[in-house]
């Protein structure tokens, strides 16, 4: 099975101020032969269903506001929120969709300091 | 719009059964792969099972592997997730999700709005 790993836990960011999340799967969600990795991140707020905000590492879905970007190859991801906003404290996941069985990170909360 | 309606959740004793259903509306259901995700009481986000677009593949994780079946009625556009000798951790919100496109590898883009499950006696 595919471990993904988060870090920090948990973060306070002050509004506008950057956040960065950090995802680190014990092997390669990268597919040689298309040059995807399978790696998603959603965020979830409590009360709601997630929502799926990257994909295929950098690929940001519809309608997912531009402060939010990811980045990263083969084991190691990262997800950033250039500018906090107020609607933007959640719990953040990563996933990887490479292999069965899927799995989830173990969550970041991140809050305004 | 997509729409995912989950139901069947409830209190069930340790060792019974339960079956999710989750309808969907809004897309081609038959054109999509499905997943059931869970989330624990103060946990993450675990992903319980998968079934491919067609229904012939199923996936599960090595916590409910042979207690869970997937499964999915084209002709009533429902996913269902049967769950048989259920246990206390079994106790979670079920979440159904539509993955975006046909391939089950893939991540889930719609998700229903949960369904509680609580195992105790």
């Known amino acids: 099975d595919i471990v993904m790993t988060q870090s920090p836990d948990s973060l306070a960011v002050s509004l506008g101020e950057r956040a960065t999340i950090n995802c680190k799967s014990s092997q390669s969600v990268l597919y040689s032969s298309n040059n995807k990795n399978y790696l998603a991140w959603y965020q979830h707020k409590p009360g709601q269903p997630p929502k799926l905000l990257i994909y295929w590492a950098s690929t940001r879905e519809s309608g997912v506001p531009d402060r939010f970007s990811g980045s990263g190859s083969g084991t190691d991801f990262t997800l950033t929120i250039s500018s906090l906003q107020a609607e933007d404290v959640a719990v953040y996941y990563c996933?990887?969709?490479?292999?069965?069985?899927?799995?989830f990170g173990g969550g970041t909360m991140v809050e305004i300091k | 719009e997509v729409q995912l309606l989950e139901s069947g959740g409830g209190l069930v004793q340790p060792g019974g059964s339960l079956r999710l259903s989750c309808a969907a509306s809004?897309?081609?259901?038959?054109?999509?792969?499905m997943n059931w995700v869970r989330q624990a009481p103060g946990k993450g986000l675990e992903w319980v099972s998968c079934?491919?677009?067609?229904?012939?593949?199923?996936y599960y994780a090595d916590s409910v592997k042979g207690r869970f079946t997937i499964s999915r009625d084209i002709s009533k556009n429902t996913l269902y997730l049967q769950m048989n000798s259920l246990r206390a951790e079994d106790t979670a919100v079920y979440f159904c999700?539509?993955?975006?496109?046909?391939?089950?590898?893939?991540?889930?883009?719609?998700w229903g709005q949960g369904a509680l499950v609580t195992v105790s006696s």
């Open positions: 999700g539509k993955l975006s496109g046909t391939s089950s590898y893939l991540p889930v883009n719609h």
């Open positions: 809004g897309f081609t259901f038959n054109n999509y792969a």
């Open positions: 079934i491919s677009y067609s229904g012939d593949s199923t």
């Open positions: 996933q990887q969709y490479y292999s069965f069985p899927l799995t």
